[in-house]
């Protein structure tokens, strides 16, 4: 099971689609890829990706309207890329949620070294200390935010995709009670409908995996009819 980062690339000239889908992939990032302001839509909020790299110029609508659209419901970071190199354009890209701006021509190093930084930061923003970055460790478990792997007695628990994402949200809000529906949307995207029973078959798995006694959990516990809470870190 590889849990590499999701990344959707919104842009219509297929010749920049296609080196940024092949510069992306051989480095080692799983790639969706969209051709205009629609479909951009409804692949974010089917696939709910780690970061959106956008082109503002796009046949059917401006891309700002997309920064709009997911930030009503997601912190996912957006990179916004545009042959447009004015001021406004940028100074509304940022303002919108958008987390970064590159001008074309741009060089693949840079395009890599701005996706890092974005991905480290990603969902810092409620808690500007607690970033998917380093370990987190409470008890028995270590999660490796950098390999994306949890760990029990040094062991690697084997999660999958959507159960590592779970376990890394409850982590980083450690001690706080997260809503059944923050989390569906925050896994799923915005279109989960409210029925958890997703959520719960997903947690019945995690509980399986890492404790001891999964009925009488020690690291994720239920706060019945409200959500789930993760055991706050300690040393
Ligand atoms: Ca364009």
Redesign the pocket.
Known sequence: MSNKHTIIVV???NS?LNILEMVFKSSGYQVYTAKNGKEALMMISSYCPDLILL?????DMDGLKIIQSVRSWSSIPIIVV??RNHEKDKVTALDLGADDYLTKPFGTAELLARVRTALRHASGDNDKNKAYEGTFKVGALTIDYDKRQVFKNGENVHLTQNEYKIVALLSKYSGKVLTYDFMMKQIWGPNIGSDNRILRVNMANIRRKIETQPADPAYIFTEIGVGYRMAEEKG
């Open positions: 842009e219509d000239e920049i082109d503002l110029g796009l046949p545009s042959a």
